[in-house]
């Protein structure tokens, strides 16, 4: 008498599982027959067909609605911060430590000055169609390039002074007085108040470790770099930049030093947020 905890061997079971497969006397493929599948396989192409398709329209209204030039949000930073180059990162933030004596400890820091530098060549902005926009009343005016495309106003290596790389192909390195390049992130339609140029000063947070800088090509971001329109409206808007020119430090001292931007709608004591409107680093020149 069979009993319900009889074993099968294991050449039963393999005869089971492939009658399962193909079962000669039903003409069934896995418990299906042959009309059986096409109709379940029809069903299951015409549902997923439905499905994108129905994904595919609901992206296509929502991508209907946004504008490609002009953002409907934008994210909670409305103020810019500043940024730094060359932007040596230690364990504990941007650290540019080097000797002045020594070629090899500086050589990677110039090369990645030139790197950044490049977009900002004469030819570069020329060929980016960028304008000149000094002394010019109307800048508005003169960056429309289209119902919706906007030129934007260049800025070029011969603005940075004794900071560029005609003037000093190591950017002051190796005598000593380094250069660093300051830019504001981009925020579209930012806009200082009053079209004042937001400016930048740079100090020790200890008395006198710092004693004498310059800026080129002054202190100021131009005003006529604002507002920046977006990267679809202004392809080839580059940053404008202040470089700062180290004159007189205190040597084989670490120093953390501060850049601030300064200007209206712009802040800087934002204790969440220790980039926005500054940038603070550590600086080292050993000799």
Known sequence: ?????????????????????????????????????????????????VMIGLFALSIYSLMKTISPYE?????MIQYPGVTIRPDVYGDDGIRLIYNASEEKSYSGIVK???????????????????????NVSDVKQLLMAGERLKYACEFTTDMLGNCSYEKDKTFGYASGQPCLFLKLNRIIN?????????????????????????????DAFGAQYFPYYGRKTQPN??????????LKIMYNTEMEIVCRANGSHIISDNPHDPYEGKVTFKLNIQK
């Open 237 to 246: 808007y580059t940053n404008p930049l202040v470089a700062v020119k180290i």
């Open 1 to 49: 008498m069979a009993t319900f905890n009889e074993k099968r061997t294991c050449s039963e079971r393999m005869q089971n599982f492939g009658r399962f497969v193909w079962n000669p006397d039903t003409g069934e493929l896995m418990g299906r027959t042959l009309i059986k599948w096409v109709y379940i396989s029809l069903y299951y192409v015409a549902f997923y067909i």
């Open 112 to 134: 990645m000055i030139r790197n950044f530098l490049s977009v900002y060549n004469k030819t570069t902005q020329q060929e980016m169609m960028n304008k000149d926009c000094s």
């Open 190 to 218: 930012f806009i200082p108040d009053n079209k004042t140029s937001p400016t930048i000063r740079c100090y020790s947070k200890k008395e006198g470790e710092l004693q004498e800088v310059e800026y080129f090509p002054n």
């Open 71 to 75: 953002p409907d949000y934008q994210d």
